[in-house]
């Protein structure tokens, strides 16, 4: 018998319908779109701002798409792993509630947080329930509605986050497509350069804590970006040497949006030219958990059986990775 590998068999994407454009936070903080645009890439992000809606309410829609192109009935789902670091709560799982609401009686789920290569952990983490043959139908979510932790008066950090949630299905396939190999790496040391510094178990909520403005989004943009265009350009870079892949097997990078300089930096360590990469920064901003799921569902289109993908992503913990994909349809 061949080796079963998780083939990703189907994705689906959605973005609220609120466009928060560079011109609008020029009236919110002193930013200007040409910094913004020419530092990040980004010209627009979605936000939801539907009271009462949450991460879950940007991973229902995704999810539904998906089982509705597949004509999937939510019970034949086993398992549902969510990607994100904007929880609808801080348990239950949001997993829990999505499977609730789109009545996936049958499945089990759990969220993951890998901050913004939460969602690479996540396939990774669901292509081995598929490869050890223990279940058939796993949804991996990757939503965050950034909005609900991004202080809209930090210049540093208001400007670069958006709201969205996107999800593919893995199944078992036995032709050689599908998830081909991963890198993942995790460094706590840099943990204080991106983080929430209050809510969790180290500083609980507080009338203080609220009042230092502690849950929200904390970044030193810098030291960031000094890493991530090392990470991500550096495990892109090993796991095609590690595959024997070159530019030309590779028929597209799907990198986290973070930053265009970022992304750029990755193709050109890559070798790989401009077309061959999926970039939507300009459109939905940072969406963290949801970047690469979007990016797939945009692109869905375009790719062909056997086209040999490259994931990458690198984010808060420090998290980074690299996944290679062989697209199965
Ligand atoms: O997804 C998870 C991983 N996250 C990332 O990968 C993000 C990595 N970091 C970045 O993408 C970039 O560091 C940022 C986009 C966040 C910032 O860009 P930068 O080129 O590193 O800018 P900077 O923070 O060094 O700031 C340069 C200048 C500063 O002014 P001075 O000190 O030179 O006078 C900032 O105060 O730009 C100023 N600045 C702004 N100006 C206009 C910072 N934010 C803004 C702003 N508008 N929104």
Redesign the pocket.
Known sequence: MNKITAAITAVGGYVPDYILTNAELEQM????DE??RT??GIVERRILKIPGQATSDLAVPAVKELLAKRDLDPNEIDCIICATVTPDMIFPSTSSIIAYKIGATKAFGYDLNA??SGFLNALVTGTAFIESGRYKKVLVVGADKMSSIVDYTD??TC??FGDAGGAVLLEPNEEGYGVKDSILKTDGSGRDF?HMKAGGSLKPPSIETVTAKEHFTY?E??T??KF?VVGMADVSAEIMEKNHLSSDDVAWLVP?Q??LR?IDATANRMGVTTDKVMINIHKYG?T?DATIPLCLWEWEKSLKKGDNLILAA???GFTWGAAWVKWAY
């Open positions: 903080v002193d930013t200007n910094w913004i530092r990040t901050a913004c210049r540093n400007i670069l991106l970044q943009g810098k960031v970006f991530a986290h973070a930053n970022i940072n963290t690198f984010g808060g």
